[in-house]
């Protein structure tokens, strides 16, 4: 396999600008296992072998186990996850899936019971960054299997 473009040198400025958001998306105060999860099954829906190439390593680098990665694109049949982690993913797959869902009310009802108006525009943020980072990704064959997680936590972009 074999990269189209390398995405990051033929358009610094852009690049630079996904960062700076995926910058913003770090600090604003999600939980860390929290958001592999939510770039995990987002990455998952999209087909996107990098980003889950990436973010099953940076999971696993925080502490996630085996278990749950594996069953995550099942978490429905499943006792591994917590009812914010469901209703984060179940989130997640609706603004992932905008075009075919359009958000149902209920998801957002079930997001609203966990997450503040904050913090549910923060869990957004992050799935619209995934869901960036895996358009570029797939749509210039970005390359899996040499990514490596940081040595600090949190750092992976």
């Avoid at 186990?65 to 914010?84: D, G, S, V």
């Avoid at 957004?124 to 997680?149: C, L, M």
Wanted: hydrophobic share 40%; glycine share 4%; charged share 25%.
């Amino acid at each position: 396999m074999k990269a189209r473009i390398e995405y990051a040198e033929a358009a610094p400025d852009a690049f630079q600008a996904m960062r700076a958001f995926e910058e913003y998306v770090h600090r604003c105060g999600l939980d860390p296992t929290l958001l592999e999860l939510i770039k995990v099954r987002a990455s998952q829906i999209n087909g996107c072998a990098y980003c889950l190439d990436m973010h099953t390593k940076d999971a696993r680098a925080q502490g996630e186990t085996e278990q749950r990665i594996y069953a995550l694109n099942a978490w429905r049949e499943t006792p591994f996850f917590t009812e914010k982690e469901r209703a984060a993913l179940a989130w997640t797959e609706a603004v992932t899936q905008v075009a075919g869902s359009q958000v149902p009310d209920e998801v957002y009802e079930l997001a609203r019971k966990y997450f503040d108006e904050k913090e549910l525009v923060n869990v957004t943020a992050a799935i619209i960054a995934i869901n960036g980072w895996n358009r570029f990704a797939i749509s210039f064959r970005k390359v899996p299997g040499t990514y490596q997680p940081p040595p600090e936590p949190g750092t992976t972009f």
